[in-house]
């Protein structure tokens, strides 16, 4: 079945920088929606970006827009998620998601999920 398997998170201090990797079997990502969530403690899922049209298109929530970057690697069937400038209130659960579309329907369409990496930023 199609697997989501993140990678890369750790404990950082604020100002720093982390690249999550989520590297997808079963499911060919190149020309998919892809996406990262994640979740604080206490708080709900939220989207924080996503990819789609081929690589071609991107979409940042407000908290992370010019800090986080979406990319895709269709050789290694892997999503990114370079993530700078880290802020105590980024700390959460990242986890990746897919969507079987070439365009994303909003953030709440995607039917395969990772298990997630956690994130902790400390000042």
């Known amino acids: 079945q199609v697997q989501l398997r993140e990678s890369g998170g750790a404990a950082v201090e604020a100002g720093g920088s982390l690249r999550l990797s989520c590297v997808v079997s079963?499911?060919?990502?190149?020309?998919?929606?892809l996406a990262w969530f994640r979740q604080a403690p206490g708080k709900a899922r939220e989207g924080v970006a996503r990819?789609?049209?081929?690589?071609?298109?991107?979409y940042y929530s407000d908290a992370v827009k010019g800090r986080f970057t979406i990319s895709q690697d269709d050789a290694k069937n892997t999503v990114y998620l370079q993530m700078s400038d880290l802020r105590p209130e980024d700390t959460a659960l990242y986890t990746c998601a897919a969507e079987d579309d070439y365009v994303c329907s909003g953030w709440s369409a995607f039917e395969y999920w990772g298990q997630g990496t956690q994130v902790t930023v400390y000042s």
């Open positions: 990819i789609d049209y081929a690589g071609r298109n991107f």
């Open positions: 079963k499911f060919t990502i190149a020309t998919k929606c």
